[in-house]
C-alpha cells in the first residue's frame, strides 16, 4: 500500500544542503521531484522551492519557503537501527557539521530536526512481559544519550547495578 500521508519539512532556505546532507547519511535515498522557484519570486530564480525523495524507506517532502517556525522536539523522525553498528553509524553522520545530542536516544542535526536512532532490541526488551526487566531497561536508556544496546541487556539481564 501506497503511504498516504507525507511529512513535510519547512526550510527557511537549507532545502538544498538537507538534501545532499541526507543523502550522503541513508544509502537507499532518492529524490523523486523537483522543482524550482521561477522569476519574480521571492528566492533567485532556479532555488529549489519543494522536493520529494525516499529515505529509509519512507517519503517525506520539503520546501524552502523562508522564515516560519523551526523545527522542534513535538515532531521528530524514529529511526529503527537493526544493530549497535547501525546506530553508531547514523549517530554519528547526523551530528557531523553542528548537530546536538540530547537524551534517550534522540539528537537535533545541524538543521534542527529532532531524530531519534533507536535500535530495535529496545523495542523488543520494551516488549518483554516481565515488569521487573521492563522497568530495568527502561531505567538504563533514561540515563543513555545514545542508545547502548549491551548496557540495556545488561539492564535486562540484571548483570548491571540497579538503576536508582
Known amino acids: 500500500m501506497a503511504q498516504n500521508i507525507t511529512p513535510c519539512l519547512w526550510f527557511e532556505t537549507d532545502a538544498e544542503a538537507a538534501i545532499e546532507f541526507y543523502r550522503g547519511i541513508?544509502?537507499?535515498?532518492?529524490?523523486?521531484?523537483?522543482?524550482?522557484?521561477?522569476?519574480?519570486?521571492?528566492?533567485?530564480?532556479?532555488?529549489?522551492?519543494?522536493?520529494?525523495?525516499?529515505?529509509?524507506g519512507t517519503e517525506f517532502m520539503l520546501i524552502n519557503?523562508?522564515?516560519?517556525?523551526?523545527?522542534?522536539?513535538s515532531i521528530s523522525l524514529y529511526v529503527k537501527c537493526a544493530d549497535q553498528s547501525e546506530v553508531d553509524r547514523l549517530?554519528?553522520?547526523?551530528?557531523d557539521g553542528g548537530g546536538r545530542e540530547t537524551q534517550c536516544?534522540?539528537?537535533?542535526?545541524?538543521?534542527?530536526?529532532?531524530?531519534?536512532?533507536?535500535?530495535?532490541?529496545?523495542?523488543?526488551?520494551?516488549?518483554?512481559?516481565?515488569?521487573?526487566?521492563?522497568?530495568?531497561v527502561t531505567a538504563a536508556m533514561l540515563q543513555m544519550v545514545k542508545i547502548d544496546v549491551a548496557g540495556l541487556q545488561a539492564a535486562y539481564e540484571g548483570t548491571t547495578a540497579p538503576v536508582s
Open 105 to 136: 536516544g534522540w539528537l537535533k542535526d545541524r538543521f534542527g530536526i529532532s531524530w531519534q536512532i533507536v535500535p530495535v532490541q529496545l523495542e523488543q526488551l520494551l516488549g518483554d512481559p516481565d515488569p521487573e526487566k521492563v522497568q530495568r
Open 65 to 73: 519557503a523562508g522564515p516560519h517556525d523551526t523545527f522542534n522536539d
Open 26 to 56: 541513508f544509502d537507499d535515498f532518492e529524490v523523486t521531484s523537483r522543482s524550482d522557484w521561477g522569476p519574480g519570486s521571492p528566492f533567485p530564480e532556479g532555488t529549489l522551492l519543494s522536493a520529494r525523495f525516499r529515505m529509509h
Open 91 to 95: 549517530w554519528s553522520a547526523l551530528l
